[in-house]
């Protein structure tokens, strides 16, 4: 970690190129949102998506299993993750087996999380990202800043600097214009492609099918025109049947971007088959845990419910002033800031869930309705617990907490507050608090409930 | 808060109340409902204050509960059990229930059960209406706020943004100022120039929001509800 959380989010603030670009892009997102959800029984859908997914997550192994098997069965090879070394070993295994010299990719967070670029480039292979916002952040050496938008955080003007580093002639700050250069130059990377590397946003067990929701058409050539396509896929993506899966798309589109459908939505069962003339040669499952099985049975069981859809990132005011880099994390926003800690070594990146007012605004949009409030509520509660906070704040409550359980100190605390001032006594009130506000006067400064029992009101 | 920081906010919610017919005390024990030490993490401490108000509001034996403070008014009735289970006292988790089914925010209250007539308010009067976050979304109190102060005679400003975060969050006005008061400025920037004054039900976030609007000279009032209808 480079610097603290409160350092990063006021470097954040302090950019204002930067706020106005995650908050045209967010309003954008939540305008869509809102009209999107044109479902009279969106309340009801909600509820049952969280059911849905609860009795998945509940019976998570023999429903991999089947998916495993089913898979199999069409001819996929499944391989099993534990952490993020043996998923990039496993990848890199597949790409080196088969002398891959250019990988492709359709937009994956997965991939981010475990670092697989940078494991297939140490190996010799080169990585193109075929979404144009993650080939936009990966020409800039950048992280995703949100998890559908990975590059919301910049505008056309940034997007025409980055793209003007590579190209012959200059390129205007138009999205046609840019676009037509990504598309050219995107295309020939497909065609010379040795192997397809995508995500997975749902695996439909029953049939073995991974399930792919796109928008630019990048993830169709990524899955049919190379000779080998990998999957990597986190283990709890996954749902048992088709109808399962109509519940999860009739809300994972319309929340993320608000569409009915995304543009595409491409389904693989199995490699190419005889007789067939397009499709890889090889379909690999990569399934991964890192982290994800140790939450199995705890108080956060639910946020394996998560379907990736980002409404909770658009809708939080905090994300809204400081994006998604801030959190120095691949997953961001509200969601983030409760799955980061979760996924990460044990102890580490508690501080993101004090990133948020619990204003409970996530929730309200969560299409599942995973409690996010409460999940961050929790992980504070364990930073509490484990010695996160500083020795000062710590004592600070003990000492609050003897004094106000006891109503003759906490009207005398009150009273010694109020006493002899107009004005707030300022030792009152931290420095932190004083900077950017200045504290009003008092409304009063009289004994309200004296006052109340000798009839003064 | 009240107390400390505004006896003259509680004052007026104690006219509000007798103009509409009832008696009003304070139970002499209760302290603090416990929400700034649960929300930072610390339960046990949190627990600690909340048993002593709890007992008090127990053994009280008013029709019920009124809280001038959607956030408090929250936390003792949604998160009083959940304190009180996850600090393992069971019993007393069934007690802040019981207690939790008395409890109402003061809005709330008067909409349910107002019984005087609207005192007169000047004719140019608007008001924007910050909806507090606990209120609205812990215990969905949409439209009371707004419902008693037009009945009030006040005019309501069209404010969308009045319905997101302020940015207090308790210890995260603290722990990041910086954010805490960029949210406070989306807010203020958003208010219409027609509005002459700001209102809410929760008197942290309104502190908050005075404290930001007097740091950059901005000539606002910002009243509590109990004040709009004690006028």
């Known amino acids: 970690m480079t610097a603290n959380l409160r350092s990063r989010t006021a470097t954040a603030l302090g950019n204002p190129g930067l706020r106005k670009a995650i908050r045209d892009a967010t309003d954008r997102f939540t305008t869509h949102r809102e009209e999107g959800l044109d479902l009279a029984n969106f309340e009801e859908l909600r509820r049952a998506a969280r059911a849905t997914r609860a009795a998945i997550i509940a019976d998570l192994p023999r429903i991999l299993g089947t998916f495993a098997d089913a898979a199999e069965g069409v001819g996929a090879e499944v391989h099993w993750a534990g952490d993020a070394a043996e998923a990039r070993a496993i990848v890199t295994g597949i790409a080196t087996a088969h002398g891959v010299e250019l990988a492709v990719k359709a937009k994956s967070m997965l991939t981010e999380e475990i670092e697989l670029n940078e494991a297939l480039e140490t190996a010799g292979i080169e990585v193109v990202e075929t979404d144009l916002g993650e080939w936009i952040i990966q020409l800039a050496g950048q992280k995703p800043s949100h998890i559908i938008g990975p590059s919301l955080h910049l505008s056309k003007e940034d997007v025409a600097e980055i793209f003007n580093r590579r190209s012959d002639r200059p390129l205007p700050a138009d999205p046609e214009a840019l676009c037509a250069f990504a598309r050219a130059s995107l295309r020939e990377k497909f065609l010379a492609a040795d192997i397809g590397i995508t995500g997975c946003n749902f695996a439909v067990a029953e049939t073995g099918t991974v399930i792919l929701v796109t928008n630019e058409g990048n993830g169709r050539m990524v899955t049919s025109l190379p000779p080998v396509h990998v999957v990597v896929m986190g283990m709890e993506r996954i749902v048992e049947t088709w109808d399962q899966l109509d519940l999860m798309m009739n809300l994972l589109p319309r929340s993320a971007t608000g569409q009915k459908l995304s543009v595409y939505t491409t389904q693989v069962t199995g490699p190419r088959r005889s007789g067939e003339t397009d499709g890889p040669e090889e379909l690999h499952i990569v399934i991964v845990d890192n982290g994800r099985s140790n939450l199995l049975g705890t108080e956060f069981q639910e946020m394996l419910n998560c379907i990736r859809c980002g409404a909770c990132l658009n809708v939080c005011p905090v994300y809204r002033q400081i994006g998604g880099h801030a959190y120095e994390s691949v997953y961001s926003g509200p969601m983030g800031a409760v799955l980061t800690p979760l996924l990460a070594a044990t102890g580490t990146s508690l501080d993101l869930a004090g990133a948020s007012t619990l204003c409970g605004a996530c929730y309200d949009a969560c299409p599942v309705q995973i409690p996010l409030q409460d999940l961050l509520l929790s992980l504070r509660r364990i930073n509490a617990d484990t010695g996160g906070p500083a020795w000062s704040e710590r004592a600070g409550w003990k000492n609050w907490a003897r004094a106000w359980s006891r109503p003759g100190m906490y009207r005398k605390t009150v009273t010694a507050a109020r006493r002899g001032s107009g004005a707030l006594p300022a030792g009152l009130v931290p420095k932190g608090w004083r900077s950017g506000r200045t504290v009003p006067e008092a409304r009063g400064t009289y004994d309200l409930r004296k006052a109340l029992r000798d009839g003064k009101i | ?231």
């Open chain 2, 1 to 231: 808060m009240i107390e400390t920081l505004a006896p003259n906010v509680g004052a007026s919610v104690v006219r509000v109340l007798r103009n509409a017919g009832y008696d009003v005390h304070i139970p002499d024990d209760v302290t603090c409902c416990g929400q700034p030490a649960w929300n930072a993490g610390f339960a046990t401490e949190a627990a600690k204050v909340a048993r002593t108000s709890m007992e008090a509001l127990a053994a009280d034996d008013a029709e019920t509960i009124v809280v001038p403070a959607g956030s408090c008014a929250a936390m003792i009735r949604v998160y009083w059990p959940e304190l009180f289970r996850v600090t393992g006292d069971e019993d007393a988790s069934l007690t802040a229930t019981s207690v939790g089914e008395k409890v109402m925010e003061l809005t709330e209250f008067l909409a349910e059960h107002s019984g005087a007539g609207p005192a007169e308010s000047p004719d140019d009067a608007e008001v924007a209406y910050h909806h507090s976050c606990h209120m609205l979304r812990e215990l969905h109190i949409e439209s009371a706020p707004e419902a008693v102060i037009s009945e009030a005679g006040y005019a309501l400003s069209d404010w969308p943004m009045g319905r997101q975060c302020c940015g207090f969050g308790g210890t995260f006005s603290l722990k990041l100022p910086e954010v805490s008061v960029a949210m406070a400025d989306e807010k203020i920037d958003a208010i219409p120039e027609s509005a002459t004054c700001l209102a809410g039900s929760d008197l942290s976030c309104l502190i908050h929001l005075e404290a930001r609007l007097a740091h950059r000279g901005i000539d606002l009032p910002v009243v509590h509800t109990a004040e709009l209808l004690d006028q």
